[in-house]
């Protein structure tokens, strides 16, 4: 026994590879019980888990071609590095696009372009494009809010993302002159780095509930006061990657700090209820509404991911009735992201954004409601075209989320649910979260936002127009079948968008509620 001991430094290495081989193939068939293919085919076996783990990256790498993934594909990935980075975004050569597909749209463009005179905002800054409504002004509420951007960051809880993600994400809208959503997780100091801020709560009431998982009105007012950085706050109906389902927050994953942040117990599973406990119909939704903005003060909207018509309609009536209603309405796809949803949900609740939308805005417009609300749309809008589709239909401001996300380094990774994203935007993992340079990233997303802004207005004085708020349904077409090849938009959705009350950018700039200036309407008739 001695003798074998002291002979194991003089053993070739290929018998360590050997042993270490023999003790896999020992755990495989003898002590591992989960994986059959392990057990059956030892050592192996372990190729194809690896194999199938690199399989989505060594596709994106070398298999897939520049239009076929999803959700994102290689060309608008790239065009999203590239702007972050103020690279050449350009391609050459003509599009590689099939104009003829089905759903491909055309922006049509005007025989004389807009030409920007000198001294209008947009010849001093090619990115100012702010929000032709004003949040809030219909309802007279205390803080009126235009927004400075009409493309802001979509809500993104501090928990689904990491704290260095949300703090670049906050300082690049700052650059930026966006506004953030801080998604369901609450408000924490990641958020608060001088950008405009919208506050977003959903069922769970995080940063904003009461020990028992109710909504706390006084919890709601002291965050509004304690942090003038607040512009408008949203209320979570539902959103399009997984309308009405509920969740829960792992005990495990509530570190101190995120109980702090959320209002919850440490270490102990915290549930989302599918459904909210503050109010249960629409009325009483419309009573809630009116109770935080008369409480706040500050413009008050829903999020919903569009299916069923019914509520909404009935909402829409008691507009009417009663004078009241939402200050704001985002209407987010069933393309829509997340942190984590089951693949049905994801794949099939709820509408694509165009259906959705469509179908939504409609119910309005047949109330002649559609002046009183500044309508959001967020499902892979941020992209000039689309976004200018968008704006054709009725859209004032456009969210997004992954786009936003990809701008400060997202790999598409789709590891947002298990806490490994390689790129430490979607984890909790301290390592992983270390590469990203909030500095950087922060320019990142500044320099993808301002370069959107910079292409829609480009797109939008092509089409003749000042502002993307004059785009019609008839500026665009879609391709729909082989027989009646393309359409406008007003022919396929079947309606045509209410004029927005837009008289010149100049007129936005000079406007005392741009960027939430102002902290009192009674300023201003
Ligand atoms: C990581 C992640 C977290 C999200 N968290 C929320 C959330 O807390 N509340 C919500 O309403 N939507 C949430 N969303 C949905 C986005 O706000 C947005 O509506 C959706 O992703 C569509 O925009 P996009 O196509 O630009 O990503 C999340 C999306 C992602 C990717």
């Known amino acids: 026994m001695n003798n074998f001991i002291d002979n194991i430094p003089s053993l070739p290495w290929w018998t360590w590879i050997f042993l270490f081989l023999f003790l896999v193939a020992i755990w495989d068939i003898f002590i591992q019980r989960r994986h059959t293919i392990k057990h059956n085919f030892p050592i192996v076996g372990h190729l194809r888990y690896w194999l199938e783990s690199i399989g989505p990256e060594m596709r994106q790498y070398f298999v897939a071609n520049n239009r076929e993934e999803l ?101 690049g809208v700052k650059k930026a002159q966006a506004y953030h959503n801080t998604g369901e997780g609450g408000l924490s100091s990641y958020h608060k780095h001088g950008g405009n801020i919208v506050f977003h709560f959903g069922t769970g009431y995080f940063g904003v509930r009461t020990p028992d998982g109710n909504f706390s009105m006084e919890k709601m007012k002291k965050l509004v006061e304690d942090n003038p950085c607040i512009k408008a706050i949203e209320i979570k109906l539902s959103q399009g990657a997984k309308p009405g389902k509920g969740g829960v927050l792992p005990g495990a994953k509530i570190t101190p700090e995120l109980a702090e942040i959320r209002g919850v117990e440490v270490g102990k599973d915290v549930l989302s209820p599918a459904t909210h406990k503050a109010f249960s119909n629409v009325q009483e939704l419309l009573a809630f509404i009116e109770d ?81 609300i500044v309508f959001i749309g967020s499902g892979k809008l941020g992209f000039p075209a689309k976004a200018a589709m968008a704006f054709a239909m009725g859209v004032d401001c456009i969210n997004v989320a992954r786009e936003a996300m990809m701008s400060i380094g997202c790999i598409q990774a789709q590891a947002c649910h298990n806490n490994t994203c390689p790129t430490g935007i979607a984890t909790q993992n301290k390592w992983l979260q270390k590469g990203i340079d909030i500095p950087l990233k922060s320019d990142r997303l500044a320099q993808y936002f301002n370069t959107f802004k910079k292409e829609l207005l480009e797109i939008t004085h092509a089409a003749g127009y000042e502002h993307p708020s004059q785009f019609t349904m008839d500026d665009v077409q879609v391709n729909v079948d082989d027989n009646d090849l393309n359409r406008s938009l007003a022919s396929t959705y079947g309606y045509n968008k209410v004029k927005v009350a837009f008289t010149s950018v100049q007129d936005l700039k000079d406007c005392s509620y741009l960027g939430g200036k102002i902290e009192d309407n009674t300023l201003k008739a």
């Open 71 to 171: 959700p994102f594909n290689r060309i608008e990935r790239g065009w999203i590095y590239a702007s972050a980075k103020k690279e050449n975004n350009y391609e050459g050569f003509g599009s590689d696009r099939d104009l003829y597909a089905h759903q491909h749209i055309f922006i049509k463009n005007r025989m004389m372009a807009f030409s920007v005179p000198e001294g209008h905002p947009n010849a001093i800054e090619p990115t100012f494009v702010p929000c032709a409504k004003v949040m809030g002004l219909y309802n007279k509420r205390k803080k009126p809010f235009r927004p400075s951007s009409v493309v802001n960051v979509s809500a993104m809880s501090f928990g689904s993302l990491s704290a260095a993600a949300v703090e670049a994400m906050n300082k």
């Open 292 to 372: 935080i903005a008369n409480e706040t003060g500050l413009p008050v909207g829903i999020k919903g991911a569009i299916g069923k018509l019914d509520q909404w309609e009935e909402l829409a009536d008691l507009m009417l009735a009663t004078g009241k209603g939402p200050d704001f309405i985002t209407v987010d796809g069933g393309e829509g992201g997340t942190g984590a949803a089951p693949p049905s949900f994801a794949d099939h609740v709820s509408l694509p954004w165009v259906y959705g939308f469509s179908s939504l805005y409609k119910v309005f417009l047949n109330r002649n409601l559609t002046d009183r």
